[in-house]
């Protein structure tokens, strides 16, 4: 059994926190098998992130460069996986989650007669066995399973295991970097460069410590009997802007928007968490103007320190779905914590 981790640089030439991750991820799965392993990294110029690992422990260090390989495009990535996993004869094929290696790595699988699993949340091994863990059906059940076959693909979650502390080329003796030349295919695709939201304009944040959820109260009529749906808005927004949180929604303020109601415009059912939502995972969530309902909270069961804010004394959070509830009004709240944010 071998162990091929294959990686791309950032833009910056470094490897990001993610692939990291996985990197640590392998080196334990090759240690718990008994076996060496290789790592694979594809960029323009993959030198400096292959020094910053060489000390990693792994028995060879290949690499595949050039300018086709800056950019993710499905032929050049996938040709080069497979060069890679042909050059190691790889078993076990591990990467980190990124939608670059996801796009790629059932086709690579294919073209290598093996079989890829993504979503990967766990490397375990029992009698010199490789399993793993993932979680079907929106994230309610977890299992743990091996397959036969040979080469087996696996794109790793980020936050699975720590960032690998590996030494640099300076620090340590280290693997040789074997550069491999590919015959490249005719490519199509002329990548001409991403567009993106601002990242001011970017609410959904997996990184982000808290999640911050908003609920369908906030365009509520209040005490006073008016709607005051463009205060709302504005008041997360600058909560966003100052606590750099995650927005999440609940299922009935993204249904409201997606009738084409002028209610905060910057919500999506990409935002929406619950049963039919998501179920992110944060250490910290704050739902502020929700009822706490059982189809909403149930995506709340990987946030770590639950508090809301409602009216509502009797809502949901208050029959123990939150931690500390706060009996008040989000309005007035939300602008003292962005004023406290603010100094
Ligand atoms: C099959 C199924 C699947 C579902 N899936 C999901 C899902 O994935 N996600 C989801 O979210 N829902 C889901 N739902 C809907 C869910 O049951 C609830 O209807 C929904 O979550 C309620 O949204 P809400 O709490 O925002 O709104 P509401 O129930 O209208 O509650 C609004 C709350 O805001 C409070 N409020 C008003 N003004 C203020 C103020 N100024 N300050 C503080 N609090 C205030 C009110 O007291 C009230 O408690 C699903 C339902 C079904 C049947």
Not at 15 to 36: F, G, M, V
Not at 222 to 227: C, E, I, K, P
Request: glycine share 10%; charged share 15%.
């Amino acid at each position: 059994m071998s162990t091929l981790f294959l990686a791309h640089p950032e833009p910056d030439g470094t490897l990001a926190k993610s692939a990291l991750e996985a990197l640590s991820a392998t080196i334990q799965l090759a240690a718990s098998l008994e076996t060496p392993f290789c790592v694979g990294l594809v960029g323009e110029n993959p030198g400096p992130a292959a020094n910053s690992i060489a000390g990693c422990g792994a028995a060879r260090i290949l690499t595949v460069s050039g300018a086709q390989f800056s950019q993710a495009r499905y032929a050049t990535d996938a040709a080069a996986a497979e060069a890679l996993c042909r050059a190691t004869a790889a078993t076990l094929v591990t990467t980190p989650a990124t939608s670059r290696w996801n796009r790629v790595l059932p086709g690579v699988a294919h073209r290598l007669g093996g079989h890829a699993d993504s979503h990967v949340t766990g490397l375990t091994v029992a009698a010199g066995q490789p399993s793993i863990s993932r979680w079907f059906y929106r994230q309610r059940m977890e299992a743990v399973f091996t397959r036969s076959t040979r080469p087996w693909l696996l794109a790793l979650e980020g936050g699975i295991a720590p960032v690998a502390a590996v030494s640099n080329r300076q620090a340590q003796v280290t693997a040789p970097i074997e550069n491999i030349t590919l015959t490249l295919p005719a490519t199509r695709t002329q990548v001409t460069g991403f567009e993106a939201p601002a990242s001011d304009q970017q609410t959904i944040r997996p990184d982000a410590d808290l999640l911050f959820v908003t609920g369908a109260g906030w365009t509520k009529k209040q005490a006073d009997g008016t709607v005051k749906v463009a205060e709302a808005g504005a008041l997360i927004l600058d909560f966003l802007r100052l606590s750099r949180s995650s927005l999440g929604s609940t299922k009935s303020l993204v249904d409201l928007g997606g009738e084409g109601q002028s209610v905060l415009p910057f919500l999506s059912h990409l935002n929406q968490i619950g049963q039919t939502g998501s179920t992110p995972r944060h250490a910290k969530g704050l739902a502020t103007c929700c009822h706490g309902e059982e189809p909403h909270t149930v995506g709340w069961r990987f946030i770590g320190e639950r508090r809301a804010i409602s009216m509502d004394a009797n809502c949901g959070w208050a029959r123990g779905k939150a931690d500390i509830l706060y009996v008040a009004d989000a309005f007035a709240v939300m602008a003292e914590v962005n004023a406290l944010l603010a100094t």
